[in-house]
């Protein structure tokens, strides 16, 4: 018989909870087993705790078990460009986006809304051929879930690459290893509401996982999360997907190899 | 300026959250400075992972910002009442509660409804002069939140009166001090879920906290908590004060010495 694991997530903000207009400090996930629970809470709380976006004066943390079979998903293939002004990193991001697939219209159309959605803790989601949005979610968002990369197995994959084990990266790939694993994924822009961090990154199937040093100004508290989708007959499935489908990202050198 | 206190609340559950149908395991609550919020969240998921009640497949710990000034609150004084049994628990319960104030009629009938309510995780409240339940929070009863103890101030107490400084007793106190200091309560009666923990207890202005050491059979899962309120001209706002008036229990042994 497998090993019951559990689903704990956290999220934490300040001035009141998220849904009476707090201000979104921090959100979290592990998947954990039952022994390991302490470990994962703590380290949630944390990084509730000790987040550069400020002192949350509302936190909230949960575990729950998962009935579901968890999707074990290979880590997406990585890239960094290094841009060296905040104007080079987004023209390099619409690139990108433009060469997984998204037409330069959509993409104009989903910058001109960044700015009004930079406070969401959840991702929005825009249709790739209009560059609308399509969720129902306002001020929330969609919040990815139900994702984990164990911690030894992320290390022999950083070490390997020569890729510094931080939790920033660990944690971004994660989601967007889980997020481009959905056929009616065409790609994701990212960039952190953390202010002290401004590399971002734009995630697809056909280009993986493209880090661009420079996206935002540091300080700049303002985030992005959009994922482009396409084809979408069941908007209320893919939501579904990205709240609920518990997945481990798990990566084998061998797989690796007998690609490249 | 005085330093910003938390309210820290747990609830876990067994085969799924309480809100669909789980099985209650524990809950507990703590007041807490910012500092000091890891060791109230870890002090509280402790207790969620080692209830007897069973290990929870669903907890939630969650701590806010209290913005009311808190109200300090004397003990209520204590008396433990030993039985023999659970029948001779249970009849000086019913005294107790008769001298408490609480009508014959309405104490049988409140006991009738006590099996019905006894996997509810919150208390009932039950009108003193009917024997009828009156809140409207049928699965789930009334919580009482927002309270607590500090434990330097809680040992002064048991120490002085000689009784052990158990978690139990400090909780049940804390509680059955804030329920019963509002003008509404006539009193309380009260055993624990705990298959482990027989003594339960009444309390009432008049009487204080009054332990009784035999109140159901070890191994029984089914707990009470019921408060019986009498002239209730506003049944919301006192559901609003028993969730929501942060209290601090505080003990100071001039004033005893005072009273006695």
Known sequence: MQENLFSVRMRA??????????????????ISTYGNLKNAVNDLLEKALSHS???????????????????????????????????????????LLEESG?????????????????????????DVSSG????????????????????????????????????KVKE??????????????VAELCWSDD????????????????RITNLKDYGDERGCRIFFVDGLSDLQSYIRYLEKQPIFVQWREENDARIN
């Open 102 to 126: 998204v037409p330069r219209e959509s993409i104009q159309k989903a910058y001109e809304q960044v700015a009004e959605y930079s406070e969401l803790r959840g991702a929005i989601l825009v």
């Open 132 to 167: 609308v949005r399509m969720d129902d979610r306002s001020n929330r968002g969609v919040r990815v879930s139900r994702m984990d990369w164990r911690a030894a197995n992320f290390a022999k994959w950083a070490d390997h690459y020569k890729i510094p084990r931080g939790q």
């Open 53 to 95: 976006r400020g002192n949350p004066d509302f936190m909230q943390i949960q575990f729950e078990l998962i009935n579901d079979p968890i999707k074990s998903l290979r880590p997406l293939h990585t890239g960094t460009n290094t841009v060296v002004s905040v104007d080079e990193g987004q023209t390099v991001a619409r690139k």
């Open 195 to 210: 202010p002290e961090y401004t590399t971002g990154y734009v995630a697809s199937k056909k280009l993986g996982y493209q």
């Open 13 to 30: 903000s300040k001035n009141g909870p998220h849904e009476q207009g707090g201000k979104h400090i921090s959100g979290g996930e592990h």
């Open 172 to 185: 971004a790939l994660t989601l967007a290893t889980k997020v481009s694993a959905h056929p009616a994924t």
